[in-house]
Nanobody, 119 residues
Framework: QVQVVESGGGLVQPGGSLQLSCAVSRGGSIFTRLRLNMGWYRQGPGEQRELVAEVTSGETTNYADSVKGRFTISRDNAKNTVYLQMNSLKPEDTAVYYC?????????WGQGTQVTVSS
């Protein structure tokens, strides 16, 4: 089973930036062999988990309308790591951010990383 660790969250003012990282902590050889499409998901207080960005094995990217033009997803296959660069952050981006395959199911959900956007 593949496991990941998300990091990079924190408290940031509106308009600020953060870069999240998702590193494979276990099952790296499986992850490499599967060549999974990967996604960043988020779950705000009282909300369902939603997909915000996807990067395919061929590095095609897709974004939710709410983050398009502000967030950039990328992957470094040599490091088994997926990134999410978040710019122009808004209070409504406050959530716990997770990474997983897209569709999810190939990777055990991690603890996520908290992003709080507040002045």
């Amino acid at each position: 089973q593949v496991q990941v660790v998300e990091s990079g969250g924190g408290l940031v003012q509106p308009g600020g930036s953060l870069q999240l990282s998702c590193a494979v902590s276990r099952g790296g050889s499986i992850f490499t062999r599967l060549r999974l499409n990967m996604g960043w998901y988020r779950q705000g207080p009282g909300e369902q988990r939603e997909l915000v960005a996807e990067v395919t094995s061929g590095e095609t990217t897709n974004y939710a309308d709410s983050v398009k033009g502000r967030f950039t997803i990328s992957r470094d296959n040599a490091k088994n790591t997926v990134y999410l660069q978040m710019n122009s952050l808004k209070p409504e981006d406050t959530a716990v951010y997770y990474c997983n395959s897209h569709p999810p199911g190939w990777i055990t959900w991690g603890q996520g990383t908290q992003v709080t956007v507040s002045s």
